[in-house]
């Protein structure tokens, strides 16, 4: 199956295909064999990509996942090639939605606000820092827009989904 996946504004086309108890995903045209462990029925897995070990948890989102890795959170938006192919002719892809909310990716702490309202954000831009389990998560915009109203406040603990900006 073919897929096009967007982390970070790079986009990587990515083709799978099973073999025996991994995967061997062709990404960008490199060959790399991948076995993806989940631990203990959690959103936690233990990933061999090549022979690269590393551990991040993966939760999906309204528009892609959030991966975390090493205290960093990445938001990657993953397509079927056929679809996205659709939307790219159509001018419009799933990293491009635009979504009026954003809600909190986990439970944690709110201990940054980076944005005002009716300030305009880029695409990667910082807007919160989520302290969750001990470690800083930087929560960024996943698309450009302006700032309407701020949901919360710094030092206050926030739930899973729990409503943090209002875009206009």
Do not use: H, W
Request: proline share 3%; glycine share 6%.
């Amino acid at each position: 199956m073919n897929y096009i996946a967007t982390i970070q504004n790079k986009e990587f086309n990515i083709e799978l295909e099973d073999v025996g108890d991994q995967v061997v995903a062709k990404i960008n045209g490199e060959t790399v064999p991948i076995k993806l462990t989940e631990i203990d029925g959690s959103f936690n897995y233990s990933a061999l990509i090549g022979n690269r070990s590393l551990e991040l948890e993966i939760r999906r989102n309204e528009i892609g996942y959030l991966l975390q890795y090493r205290g960093q959170t990445l938001e990657a938006f993953v397509e079927d090639e056929r679809m996205a192919r659709l939307k790219k002719s159509m001018g419009k892809s799933a990293a491009q939605k635009i979504e009026n909310e954003l809600k909190a990716p986990m439970p944690g702490l709110v201990v940054t606000i980076e944005v005002q309202p009716g300030q305009q954000v880029k695409k990667g831009d910082g807007l919160f820092i989520i302290e969750a389990m001990k470690m800083e998560n930087e929560i960024k915009a996943s698309f450009d827009a302006t700032v309407k109203e701020i949901k919360v406040r710094e030092r206050e603990p926030v739930d899973k989904n729990q409503v943090l900006i209002l875009f206009e």
